[in-house]
RNA sequence: GCGCCCGUAGCUCAGCUGGAUAGAGUGUCGCCCUCCGAAGGCGAAGGUCGCAGGUUCGAAUCCUGCCGGGCGCGCCA
């Protein structure tokens, strides 16, 4: 049950029999309508800008207008309790304490289920997250966007999106070649050859040592004798296959597991290139031409030449975008293309992908993309993650890779812990810098969120062994039974109503893509049980536990419950573990 | 030069897609532990929402132009 939902429903009803009764325009557009909590709770539990916005095609007066919506909208609603009008014609409506009592049952019964929505309605949406080259391991740099995409599918998931978490491996490309002439060598030295220091350009770190060793275990010393081709094939697909197992580790260590690796090797191998960009060629969004060179930055060798291009700009990006090289292969681009192409043919109109600012210049021809090859059926959303900067107690970690001091991702999990990393780097909007500080993060203090809301949670089992203790026993069928009237002190309703938002934070979270709301919204739920719980000290009748009367005690136990339920589902969203006890 | 992102309390950040007197934490000051975890809570002080216009019943939020900061800008991936 959303509340909120329910009542907006109730308002565009009383809204219609206006219309019907031809108090209000037949063609009045309820657009833009709202039933919303306001933000000050003295102005009721829920507030309408129905009369501000119908005023004027109505003719009459915004406050002339809210007394008769107020009427029509109390006349037999089971919900409201009272009506008032206030400031420039805002209704605030006031509803009865049964509907919180109702949603505190509801989320007893519903368990970890209460706040799934069904606002995707099971439209299939892909997420495409991690990505990074598969060249070395994971590091801090990539950690944001694993989590950021991983926890965005779940929030989709929870609200009624078929989620499909995807992996793009760049193996193609003189990256990966680079990776195979690094582990070649990293053989031979496993062959006992002393090889040096690693020339420039090679990739240097110690993480390509097993491989030299696998390769050595499997073919001994045959390679070296092999055929350049042949031996590069094998090198190279060994050392791609042992660095996305590196990445895969890593990424099940922080918790995320992902559906489906496209390869892009395999898409320039099918032929999906050529298939895409002659399906953009019918649509006359290719052609020879010559661009002009980056305004104030021409790079030294810049030199005019026909190239084939994209029709970016015909879809919003500032330029057409060439899709190949001068020695007639394929630009990144063109595999881009390819592949979200090959997105859309497999079904998803809703596609989401997660990258780092510096591929904030991306994303206009990606979006262009995007329309080009689905016909303008499927959109993308772009996630743009900026930088974390690695601190320790206020301090930048200084990350060399030179001078050995490179922090990994495995690193920094094994640090702090999976659910530390992934919850602290929910707690700022994506688009927004952040520092991780190594220190910071594991304090116990409210400044900390992600303690705070863990906190909470485990505070939550503390009342229920203590109830034990007492010879309550607060089992699943007891907290559903308790007499939920007898919770009527105003602190108990104020949280009750918190209880009651989370299902919309879950939809306005999932809408915005934005994981982060969770966090805050956590934060203040936790926030409000603190408050009650402290106030048990001064305030004897306010505790959970009343010795002397077990009715009120199990129906405070139900929503101790009810608030665990939901921290316990917000932080299944976020794909950490909640704790019963603080150590 | 162009594009994207950002500018909110001393500091770190929210602000529910346009709502009413802009909110938290931290820091400063003042309170609350014989009592379910003080690892907590209550209160005070602190703001020209970068600046200037515009849109409308109403703007931190949308539009335009400036100012300041970050990232990016053919043949890299």
């Known amino acids: 049950m959303n509340v909120f939902k329910e009542m907006k429903r109730e308002v565009q009803g009383a809204l219609e029999r206006l219309q019907e009764a031809g108090r209000l325009p037949a063609d009045a557009d309820f657009a833009r309508l709202s039933v919303e909590p306001p933000r000050d709770p003295a102005h009721g539990d829920m507030a309408t800008n129905a009369a501000m916005l119908l005023a004027k095609p109505a003719g009459l007066k915004p406050r002339a207008l809210a007394e008769a919506i107020v009427a029509e909208l109390t006349r037999e609603s089971a919900w409201i ?26 989320i007893l019964r519903a368990g970890a289920a209460y706040g799934d929505g069904d606002a995707g309605g099971g439209r299939p ?70 090889i040096g220091a690693i020339p420039d350009g090679l990739y240097p770190g110690d993480y390509l040592i097993p491989v030299g060793e696998a390769l050595k275990a499997e073919h001994g010393d045959a390679l070296l004798s092999m055929e350049e081709a042949a031996r590069r094939a094998i090198v190279r697909d060994k050392s791609i296959a042992m660095m996305m197992d590196l990445i895969k580790g890593t990424l099940a260590d922080l918790g995320v597991v992902q559906d489906v690796f496209t390869s892009e090797r395999e898409i320039v191998a099918s032929g999906k290139i050529e ?203 007891a907290l559903q039974d308790a007499d939920l009237t007898l919770l009527d002190a105003p602190e108990e309703l104020a949280l009750m109503k918190r209880l009651a938002e989370w299902p919309r934070q879950v939809e306005a979270a999932a809408e915005a893509e934005e994981p982060h709301r969770i966090a805050y919204y956590l934060y203040e739920a936790a926030s409000d049980f603190h408050a009650l719980w402290t106030k048990g000290k001064e305030d004897v009748t306010l505790r ?20 665990r339920t939901v921290i316990a589902s917000g932080l299944d969203v976020f794909g950490v573990t909640p704790v019963d006890e603080l150590h």
Not at 81 to 106: D, M
Not at 157 to 166: F, L, P
């Open 81 to 106: 309790e009272g009506a008032e009008i206030a400031g420039p014609g805002f209704i605030n409506l006031r509803l009865k304490a049964e509907v919180w009592r109702r949603v505190a049952a509801e």
């Open 125 to 194: 949406a892909l997420v495409e997250y991690v990505s990074a080259n598969p060249t070395g391991p994971l590091h801090i740099g990539h950690a944001r966007g694993a989590v950021v995409g991983d926890v965005l599918a779940r929030l989709l998931s929870k609200a009624g999106y078929a989620v499909t978490k995807e992996y793009w491996i760049n193996d193609a490309g003189a990256q990966i070649e680079t990776l195979a002439d690094s582990a070649y060598l990293r053989y031979r030295e496993a062959l006992g050859e002393e």
């Open 275 to 477: 298939a895409a960009l002659s399906y953009l060629d019918e649509q006359g969004l290719i052609y020879v031409g010559v661009l002009d060179p980056p305004k104030g930055k021409t790079p030294d060798d810049w030199e005019e030449r026909p190239q084939t291009l994209f029709k970016a700009t015909e879809f919003g990006d500032d330029v057409d975008r060439p899709i190949k090289k001068s020695d007639g292969s394929w630009t990144y681009f063109a595999t881009d293309i390819a592949y979200h192409r090959e997105k859309y043919t497999r079904g998803f109109t809703h596609m989401i992908d997660v990258l780092g600012a510096d591929h904030g210049g991306y994303m206009k021809r990606l979006q262009a993309v995007v329309k080009a090859v689905s016909g303008g059926e499927a959109s993308l959303t772009v996630k743009l993650c900026q930088m974390v900067r690695l601190m320790d107690r206020g301090q930048p970690v200084k990350m060399s890779k030179r001078a050995g001091s490179f922090v990994t991702l495995q690193d920094l999990i094994d640090a702090v812990g999976r659910d530390v990393v992934r919850f602290y780097l929910l707690t700022r909007k994506n688009d927004a810098p952040m520092d991780f500080d190594l220190t910071a993060v594991k304090e116990q203090s409210r400044d900390n969120m992600v303690f705070y809301v863990h906190y909470a949670h485990a505070r939550c089992h503390s009342v229920f062994r203590q109830a034990r203790e007492a010879g309550i026993e607060p089992s699943v069928s």
């Open 544 to 563: 959970f536990i009343q010795a002397d009367d077990a009715a009120r005690t199990m129906a405070r136990l139900a929503l101790v419950e009810a608030l």
